[in-house]
């Protein structure tokens, strides 16, 4: 792949697009990710912050496999202890 271009969530169609140089594009499905990572609603709102707010993290995180323990992070840092 050439030079990335431009990486953004795009809303209506629920997917973070990275456009290359080359004119090549991929495109991620958030939900799809969601349903598969995402155990509870814990998860699904922390990668909806990823997502709005630092959509080539998420992308990165996605496409290297880092997501799953992403979440597990989150989670082990909001969780309230007694």
């Known amino acids: 792949m050439s030079k990335l271009i431009s990486c953004e969530f795009n809303i ?6 990275l456009l290359f140089a080359d004119g090549s594009m991929i495109s991620i ?20 912050w990823l997502l709005y707010n630092k959509p080539l993290e998420y992308a990165d995180l996605v496409l290297n496999g880092g997501i799953e323990e992403y979440c597990k992070t989150s989670r082990e840092h909001s969780t309230i202890e007694d």
């Not at 209506?12 to 697009?17: G, I, K, L, P, S």
């Not at 499905?29 to 909806?48: M, S």
């Open 12 to 17: 209506d169609t629920a997917c973070v697009e």
């Open 29 to 48: 499905d958030c939900i799809a990710v969601e349903n598969e990572i995402a155990d509870n609603r814990f998860d699904r709102a922390e990668l909806d």
